[in-house]
């Protein structure tokens, strides 16, 4: 198969995985020699084992790395640093990209940048909402939750002796608007003492 046969079967998909490749010809395994060479090419980027896109000058659909984050892991949704950063939460541009996962902890490399993922518990995969990130669908923590998360995967960070912490080292603004029953529901849901002092403390210092 040619590329440009190839790139015509997918041009309408933002990624593409390995196992539409029986959908595509009947010799999967040539295909999966020619896209060995297409990847040299630089007509083909891997993502991760089995998933792909087309390379920056075929693609027609630019997909952002919001929603690359959300397809290199399913289920995840965005959160913690890149959804503070999203909201205006912290001032930082943040260059990894993170995200929430009830799979295990992982991380992946590629030409698009670092995608991380934190692991939480499946009582605690929730909070995220759907909205739209290049025209196309992403899963992105609400601000409260992505608060919550970032709280919880870094309790050890955190001591009620410590309250200027959130100002000064991880310069949280901007919090007027959070809801205060939201940060309390999802804290709850985690089912850890602490994420709840942490929290309630949180509120008290930046929350007025």
Not at 15 to 24: D, E, K, Y
Not at 144 to 170: M, Q
Request: hydrophobic share 40%.
């Amino acid at each position: 198969m040619k590329f440009t046969q190839f790139k015509q079967k997918i041009k309408n998909l933002p990624t593409f995985s390995s196992s539409l490749f029986s959908s595509i010809t009947d010799d999967v395994d040539t295909l999966r020699v020619q896209l060995t060479k297409w990847k040299k090419k630089g007509l083909v980027i891997q993502l991760k084992k089995g998933l792909y896109v087309l390379g920056d000058k075929e693609r027609e659909i630019e997909p952002s790395n919001f929603y690359l984050a959300n397809q290199i892991i399913i289920p995840s949704y965005i959160s913690l640093e890149s959804a503070l950063s999203y909201y205006g939460l912290i001032p930082e541009f943040v260059a990894s990209i993170t995200s929430i996962t009830i799979r295990k902890t992982c991380r992946f490399k590629n030409q698009f940048g670092t995608f991380i993922y934190q692991h939480i518990k499946s009582e605690g995969f929730t909070g995220f909402d759907l909205k739209k990130s290049n025209d196309l669908n992403i899963l992105i923590a609400c601000p409260e939750k992505a608060v919550v998360d970032f709280l919880y995967l870094n309790l050890h960070e955190f001591t009620i002796k410590n309250k200027d912490i959130f100002k000064k080292s991880y310069r949280f603004q901007n919090c007027n608007n959070l809801s205060l029953r939201k940060i309390k529901y999802y804290a709850k849901i985690l089912k850890s003492k602490k994420l709840n002092v942490i929290s309630e403390m949180f509120i008290q210092e930046l929350i007025k």
